[in-house]
């Protein structure tokens, strides 16, 4: 029988306990592949010998792969496996655990508004344990509320008094960043590429569901307004396609909406590059990787 390892001695405890193995994981997990210069960029401090030992450690465990690009000069990268994504999930979790316990307010505050109490009922049992939630059965009031300490706002598209789109695009109006998701048990349309908001989602709802939505819109304080905009369209557009089905990319709506966000991301794109003359270098014919010695790469 297999013994079930002790959890304060495990291998991926002592993998994260360290100091710059989590900071490489987040790095590989944010970027993608990163070459050896481009690792040490990224953790600002790490000396080559450190980065090369922390590299092969990380691959011993099967955490990172390393691929040869080119032989003369050197060039490798290196990229997270399964089992590095699955670590870095874990400090994802470790994050929201001191968001929420140390250095947040406590647990986040969702706002839940439907006119249906029964559902507005069921939602809020779904999530009382890990969540402060505060309800609303009509428009005006789910809006007074959300004037006081909501992270969060899960609202009906189809309340008395003002809809859930209404207040999404009112609080848009005037700045407020909170988290909105709209629910509908609404026929979709190709309008609702549109919708002010950042989740949509399809009545019945299940407690995963919800909970999933939730948990993604908590994150989102944390982006850039730009990411944030640029997820919010990719996600009403494949919301849209995913219960139209493909026919509706030669919609007008779908068409103008998915040529908006290619200029969005153009111009995102832009800006990005031009935060980083490197990427020009690379581009001319120079490679940043050459500035690292073999003896550098030796160790990995």
């Not at 193995?21 to 990224?42: N, Q, S, Y």
């Not at 590299?55 to 997270?80: A, K, M, N, T």
């Not at 992270?151 to 009112?170: F, N, T, Y």
């Not at 581009?283 to 030796?298: C, F, Q, W």
Request: with cysteine; glycine share 6%; proline share 5%.
């Amino acid at each position: 029988m297999t013994q079930t390892p002790n959890p304060a001695q495990s291998v991926a405890g002592s993998l994260l306990g360290t100091k710059w193995k989590p900071r490489l994981i987040v790095a590989l997990a944010a970027k993608g592949r990163l070459g050896f210069g481009d690792c040490k960029r990224e953790l600002e401090g790490i000396s080559s010998k450190v980065l090369s030992d922390n590299l092969e450690d990380l691959r011993e465990y099967g955490v990172v792969s390393r691929d040869v690009i080119q032989e003369q000069p050197r060039r490798v990268e290196y990229e997270l496996t399964g089992a590095g994504r699955e670590l870095y999930a874990i400090l994802e979790s470790m994050a929201e655990w001191d968001a929420t316990h140390v250095t947040g307010a406590g647990a986040p505050t969702v706002l839940l508004a439907d006119d249906d109490s029964r559902l507005l009922e069921l939602y809020a049992l779904w999530l009382a344990t890990d969540y402060d939630v505060v309800t609303a059965t009509d428009g005006r009031e789910a809006f007074r509320r959300l004037e006081e300490s909501v992270d969060i706002a899960v609202l009906d598209r189809s309340m008395p008094g003002k809809s859930g789109d209404e207040i999404a695009s009112s609080i848009a109006r005037v700045g407020q960043e909170t988290p909105i998701a709209v629910l509908t048990s609404m026929q979709v349309t190709p309008a609702d590429v549109s919708l002010p908001a950042d989740r949509l989602l399809r009545k019945p709802i299940t407690e995963r569901e919800l909970r999933t939505a939730i948990e993604e819109l908590n994150r989102l304080p944390d982006e850039a307004p730009i990411a944030r905009e640029v997820r919010a369209r990719r996600h009403r557009l494949e919301f849209v396609e995913t219960h139209l089905g493909s026919a509706v990319r030669s919609t007008a709506p779908y068409r103008r909406a998915r040529a908006e966000l290619e200029r969005i991301e153009a111009d995102r794109a832009a800006a990005v590059e031009a935060r980083e003359p490197w990427r020009r270098l690379l581009e001319e014919g120079a490679d940043p990787e050459t500035e690292v010695s073999p003896s550098d790469e030796d160790a990995s």
